[in-house]
């Protein structure tokens, strides 16, 4: 089974892909998916991801973290939407390193910590909850 943290990794990923897409194309229509695909990954890991995360690890700094860097991310996307022609193109790059940085953070600290502090059953519900989650916001 797929576990929760195994979905949150490739949704990082794909992320990532959009953002490469992006950077190749200049295409406006990836920044929509990019906005897309962020908010449903917000807003799953703040229904699934984090309250299990507070619970488990006790580490109250290590889920704030990621609180704060989610919304700097959001801060980028309402600045985003504001914007046309190269502002936006700047302000994606922006956003990019933002959600680099959190990434990043999440995937060296968080994430790890979470897989070796849950049982299997905890991270392939959290796996369940995370698809639904998105799915109810997607």
């Not at 968080?110 to 639904?132: I, K, N, S, V, Y």
């Amino acid at each position: 089974m797929t576990t929760g943290i195994d979905l949150i990794l490739a949704d990082h990923r794909r992320v990532d892909a959009l953002f490469e897409q992006f950077a190749a194309s200049a295409d406006p229509d990836v920044i929509g998916q990019i906005v897309g695909a962020l908010t449903d990954h917000d807003q799953a890991e703040h229904a699934t991801l984090y309250p299990l995360a507070h619970a488990l690890l006790g580490d109250a700094d290590l889920v704030q973290r990621s609180l704060v860097a989610h919304e700097a991310v959001k801060a980028a996307i309402d600045r985003l939407r504001q914007l046309e022609g190269s502002p936006l193109v700047e302000a994606v790059g922006v956003l990019r390193a933002l959600v680099e940085q959190h990434v990043a953070d999440e995937e060296q600290h968080l994430l790890p910590a979470l897989g070796e502090r849950a049982t299997a059953a905890q991270l392939d519900a959290l796996g369940t909850r995370f698809e639904q989650a998105k799915q109810r916001v997607g």
